[in-house]
Nanobody
Framework: QVQLVESGGGLVQAGGSLRLSCAAS????????MGWFRQAPGKEREFVAGISWNGVTTYDTDSVKGRFTISRDNAKNTVYLQMNSLKPEDTAVYYCAADLTGTVLPNTRETGYDYWGQGTQVTVSS
């Protein structure tokens, strides 16, 4: 079992920044990949970024590449999503997820993840 708790969401003006955190517990954090997804109102949940157990990263290039950065601190059992130059279209509930397969290439599909956090709301005002 893995428990995931997101934090760091909130209301920010366009152009601003937020850093989301996801604290994991229950299994050896350094052995599994982590991902961030988001779901905007009326839309399906979509992949944002992922990081493997050894630090390989991947991003949804079209929407966030160059603005968002995923990172992890294995000593703190935490994965982060640094979000800069935020836009109103980034408004969504952001979820972190854990992939326990040990993949070295982060999965971009929801079905590739085994555990999910409860989500944190990010609202970007124009």
């Amino acid at each position: 079992q893995v428990q995931l708790v997101e934090s760091g969401g909130g209301l920010v003006q366009a152009g601003g920044s937020l850093r989301l955190s996801c604290a994991a517990s229950g299994r050896t954090f350094s052995s599994y990949a982590m991902g961030w997804f988001r779901q905007a109102p009326g839309k399906e949940r979509e992949f944002v970024a992922g990081i493997s157990w050894n630090g390989v990263t991947t991003y949804d290039t079209d929407s966030v590449k160059g603005r968002f950065t995923i990172s992890r601190d294995n000593a703190k059992n935490t994965v982060y999503l640094q979000m800069n130059s935020l836009k109103p279209e980034d408004t969504a509930v952001y979820y972190c997820a854990a992939d326990l397969t040990g993949t070295v290439l982060p999965n971009t599909r929801e079905t590739g993840y085994d555990y999910w956090g409860q989500g944190t709301q990010v609202t970007v005002s124009s």
